[in-house]
């Protein structure tokens, strides 16, 4: 069987543009400027008509462990400003397939083509009713690309990424179909084992990732859970 051909690898190369540190800007806002007008995923996202950069790690993450497909009824949490949305739209094809794609997010968002987008927060009592109403049903994967506010304190950022991402998995516990998967971003910091014994009660296989659009200077990593096992209707 032939390898279906994966989303394309910006080379990065050619001239880097430098950014001088402007009176009433920071140091650090600098060097984000020049981060972002230097790296190859924001160049390739804008030439694509991607909201994000972040479009990519999905886009890799699929390539890797095959989790998108036509016909799928997909959660994308914390979905603003909708780069992971147009990717599972791309793939799940809802206005041909019947399949569906939910952004849900308490930042408001501008529509997408194909994606129902509900301005909700996921930690709201009534979400996960609202988003079976949305979906017609229980869904099939659940995306979470959030990421915490951060305080700038270390510890205190690692544990409020860690709480997110519990509720992320609660959420999705709530919402999943058996046999359904689930996607969530995390970020290293020595506190991660909780969370994996929960995934690992209800998941039948729990995989650590790091694509290649993450920033190699980042912690962040990617935790792909599939095989959901409905342990509450057991």
Request: a positive charge; charged letters at 25%; aromatic letters at 6%.
């Amino acid at each position: 069987m032939a390898r279906r051909p994966g989303p394309p690898r910006p080379t990065g190369r050619g001239q880097t543009t430098r950014v001088r540190t402007a009176s009433r800007r920071s140091v650090s806002s600098t060097r984000w400027l020049q981060r972002q007008l230097n790296d190859p995923y924001v160049a390739e996202a804008k030439r694509r008509g991607f909201r994000s950069r972040a479009a990519f790690k999905l886009l890799q993450l699929d390539e890797r462990f095959g989790l998108l497909r036509r016909g799928l009824r997909v959660v994308d949490l914390g979905a603003a400003p909708g780069g992971w949305t147009q990717v599972a739209v791309d793939k799940v094809e809802p206005e041909k397939s019947g399949g569906c794609v939910v952004a849900l997010d308490y930042l408001e968002m501008e529509p997408i083509p194909g994606a129902t987008v509900l301005t909700l927060d996921f930690l709201d009592e009534a979400a996960p009713e609202r988003l079976k109403e949305a979906l017609g049903g229980a869904a099939d994967l659940v995306l979470s690309d959030m990421a915490a506010p951060t305080t700038g304190h270390p510890a205190t950022d690692h544990l409020r990424i860690m709480a997110l991402a519990e509720a992320a998995v609660l959420f999705a516990s709530e919402v999943l179909a058996p046999g359904g998967a689930f996607v969530c971003k995390l970020f290293q910091g020595g506190a991660e084992k909780s969370l994996l014994d929960q995934l690992k009660r209800k998941f039948a296989k729990v995989r650590h990732a790091k694509p290649e659009a993450s920033r190699s200077d980042s912690s962040e990593t990617y935790l792909v859970a599939t095989g959901f096992r409905d342990t509450q209707g057991s």
